[in-house]
């Protein structure tokens, strides 16, 4: 069974700094999707980014990328210039390729702050 | 544009009541539908999906069902609430196609 990792309940970075959340993984599969979502204060869930396993390119989204390492399992979400608004819960998941049913699998979430 | 709407917002219900929740998708056609429960410090739970009408998938054995009586809506319900129930729960759907879920604002669910 696929497991997900996400070792830092809570982190703060000043606004502008660059911050980095952690995420580890655990399958036998070897295509499969990733993601970070954003759950904001409004509890409203909003994708910030997408890696698909067999592509080795980073993906990015404009202050957001990813360092995905697929030998080590590691899917890290680096935030720059953090704003103010980027202040809230980010769950890293995880979704086994062929999709099927699209069924994900949650870390247990990264409560970022950002502090002015 | 598609949109997803989950009702009631906020809900509190005494232990051993019955429950309702419902999420209605709309813009889209034949979506998958997914039930999760967010507790404190655990992260997203999935508790069951559904991938057409009547067919519903449960991923953890507990207290709740789930149904599916028309193509865009999703029903949570159960019939003898537990304190354990206490959660968030959200509904969220994705096109057979893609991989990407859309979620809805939730629902805040306290049982006394």
């Known amino acids: 069974a696929q497991t997900v990792t996400q070792s830092q309940p809570e982190m703060s970075v000043q606004e502008a700094e660059t911050v980095t959340l952690s995420c580890t993984y655990d399958?036998?599969?070897?295509?499969?999707?990733l993601f970070w979502y954003k759950q904001p204060p409004s509890r409203q869930m909003i994708l910030v980014i997408r890696q698909e396993a067999y592509k080795q390119q980073n993906a990015t989204e404009n202050r957001f990328s990813v360092n995905f390492q697929k030998a080590a399992k590691s899917f890290s979400l680096k935030i720059s210039d953090s704003q103010l608004g980027d202040t809230a819960m980010y769950f890293c998941a995880f979704m086994k390729h062929p999709p099927g049913t699209y069924k994900y699998i949650f870390g247990t979430g990264t409560r970022l702050k950002v502090l002015a | 544009s598609q949109t997803i709407h989950q009702w009631p917002a906020t809900l509190v219900q005494p232990v051993g009541s019955p429950l309702s929740l419902e999420c209605t998708v709309e813009g889209t056609s034949n979506p998958n539908l997914y039930w999760y429960r967010q507790a404190a410090g655990r992260g997203l739970q999935l508790l069951f999906y559904?991938?057409?009408?009547?067919?519903i998938s449960s991923e953890v054995p507990q207290n709740l069902s789930a149904s599916r009586p028309q193509d865009r809506q999703f029903i949570l319900s159960s019939k003898k609430l537990l304190l354990s129930d206490s959660g968030f729960y959200l509904c969220a759907w994705s096109v057979m196609t893609q991989d990407e879920q859309f979620f809805g604002p939730g629902t805040r669910l306290t049982v006394l």
């Open positions: 399958t036998s599969e070897n295509n499969y999707y």
């Open positions: 559904s991938v057409g009408i009547g067919q």
